[in-house]
């Protein structure tokens, strides 16, 4: 074992206990750990942080702002370094068993990432072309003069930060009408930016280019989210992990491997860690879903993102994914909770923010798994799914805490409860109180 990763024990004491806390101390731990600050809290605090007068700015038609109960996921430590989660999300559990897992990692494991690759993909698509190999031989032959052109014009902005346009690839699509599709992948490296403009931007600038030398019609120019060229990695490792559970989380990895009706549920569970990092941080998650589903079923059946085995006596689990996000450009920076939340998570760059979504989803991954092969999904799920079972009833503040102990019991009696009994508990605490 190469010698273990492990977080700052005072971060670590800081987190002790986080989750029984009012939110006012959760809130100075947060402080006192670094990761906020007092004027951090004030912005939070407001009734609106996002103004309508700046939502008018993002979207069209505007009638109001829709707000996500943002949490904090606690004890997570990646590549050595303590992080702390932010988490926008309407799911119950999904933070507690975060932190909850993390806690486990920290104390038994460690979580290790790394990038693979560094290119984003635009597509520019010549539907029909006569001759395939002439097409390529000429857009081979004057890549360099084509990269040189985009750079220094439509691309100078990412160029100067270290960035552009690198290559094109010619790709043939046989269309199945006995013609062929050429379809060039132009490959740019997009820094901190998630790049979603700047690429297409490339791309259109390109089309006229590319039709004068090749005497074809262009038809779409648009990025591609499959950006298998730019992978995020994230391991975990439980050392000396007790045998039985070991064994189960494996076979509860290899039911999503083996079967696509469970790889999607078990997606699914990735994506509740990952997508609730990205929405806090304002980044576009519908893309990233759409990558990391397309990567899933990319051998041609739909599998599992994320796999676990043992090796010797510990548990290892690894997800690598297309995971292209920003930490600047879109709303992440204009948007004041995504900047704070981004300030929290102390990133120095977007391959960085794009490991800890990674490791946040093999977290989030390992937790789904944990509960379904051991207690089951429902014990952790239900405690908090009772509160908000009671929130939506018409009970008063003060009826709220015996409905609650109430639809435990009942829980406990009956192994599951609905809204029919929490009306029924309701009716019969009127009758006797
Ligand atoms: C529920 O939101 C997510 C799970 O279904 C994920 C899984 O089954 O792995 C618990």
């Given at each position: 074992m190469s010698q273990r990763k492990v977080g700052d024990p005072q971060i670590e004491a800081l987190c002790k206990g986080f989750s029984k806390l009012s939110r006012q101390e959760r809130e100075t731990r947060l402080i006192q750990m670094g990761f906020l600050t007092t004027e951090d809290i004030t912005i939070l605090h407001?009734?609106?942080?996002?103004t309508i007068d700046l939502a008018n700015h993002f979207v069209e038609n505007v009638i109001g702002c829709f707000p996500m109960p943002l949490g904090v996921a606690v004890n997570f430590v990646i590549d050595g370094r303590d992080y702390v989660i932010p988490m926008a999300t309407e799911e119950t559990s999904i933070i507690a068993s975060a932190s909850k897992t993390a806690k486990w990692i920290r104390e038994q494991g460690e979580i290790t990432t790394q990038t693979l690759g560094g290119l984003c993909i635009g597509q520019i698509q010549l539907?029909?072309?006569?001759n395939f190999n002439e097409v390529k031989q000429k857009i081979e032959s004057n890549k360099s003069e084509l990269i040189d052109q985009a750079n220094h014009s439509v691309a100078r902005g990412i160029v100067a930060r270290g960035g552009g346009i690198q290559d094109m690839i010619i790709r043939r699509i046989y269309?199945?009408?006995?013609h062929s599709m050429a379809v060039i992948h132009v490959m740019v490296d997009t820094r901190d930016a998630m790049g979603a403009n700047i690429i297409n931007q490339v791309c259109e600038f390109l089309k006229p280019h590319i039709e004068k030398l090749t005497n074809e019609k262009v038809g779409m120019c648009i990025l591609s989210n499959?950006?298998?060229t730019k992978l995020s990695q994230a391991k975990i490792t439980i050392y000396d992990i007790e045998p039985q559970l070991g064994k189960a989380i494996v076979e509860g990895s290899l039911f999503a491997q083996m079967d696509p009706y469970r790889a999607a549920t078990n997606n699914k569970g990735v994506m509740n860690g990952i997508d609730a990092v990205l929405i806090a941080t304002g980044n576009d998650w519908r893309a990233v879903e759409a990558a990391i589903h397309a990567y899933a079923g990319y051998s041609g059946q739909y599998g599992s993102i994320t796999q676990w085995y043992m090796k010797d006596n510990h548990l290892h689990g690894v997800i690598e994914a297309p995971i292209i996000v920003g930490?600047?450009?879109?709303v992440t920076r204009l948007h004041p909770v995504a900047r704070i939340c981004l300030k929290m998570l102390h990133v120095q760059t977007a391959a960085e923010l794009a490991r800890i979504l990674a490791a946040v989803g093999l977290v989030q991954n390992l937790a789904a798994i944990k509960a379904l092969v051991t207690e089951?999904?429902?014990k952790g799920h239900m405690k908090l799914h009772l509160s908000n079972l009671a929130l939506a009833s018409d009970a008063t503040q003060e009826e709220l805490p015996l409905l609650k102990q109430h639809l435990i019991e009942r829980l406990e009696k009956q192994k599951s409860v609905t809204g029919k009994d929490v009306i029924e508990i309701l009716n019969e605490m009127r009758k006797k109180y």
């Open positions: 407001q009734e609106n942080p996002l539907p029909i072309v006569e269309r199945g009408d006995g499959l950006a298998d930490t600047v450009g879109g089951g999904i429902n």
